[in-house]
């Protein structure tokens, strides 16, 4: 065992999530290498993290434009159909005067 890792909490009660590292080896070419697996490692874990969060973000705005996507499509038939609605009325009127009009130029 030419290298190791020890870590400690600082102070649990004050700060829970500090830790005191300490790093052992046998040789500088050791030191080196056991730092550099454990920044590749911290790193690994920092971006997979940030992976989730983001891919956990992406699903839920995913889910809330889906939602309002369908809101939307529903307002909008209520509005056509509102729309349609006045101009059959619209449409029923004009044709009533028409009728109106035939009628008194009999």
């Not at 509005?79 to 009325?89: F, G, I, P």
């Amino acid at each position: 065992m030419g290298k190791k890792i020890n870590a400690s909490q600082v102070d649990e009660k004050k700060r829970p999530n500090v830790y005191e590292l300490s790093f052992e080896a046998t040789s500088a070419e050791l030191a080196h290498d056991l730092l550099e697996a454990y920044s590749s490692f911290i790193s690994n874990q920092v971006r997979n993290e940030a992976f989730s969060v983001i891919e956990s973000k992406i699903a839920n705005n995913k889910q809330l434009l889906s939602a309002e996507k369908t809101s939307l499509e529903l307002k909008a038939k209520e509005e056509q159909k509102a729309l349609l609605s006045k101009t059959d009325y619209a449409l029923d009127i004009a044709r009533s005067c028409r009728r109106l009009l035939n009628l008194w130029q009999m």
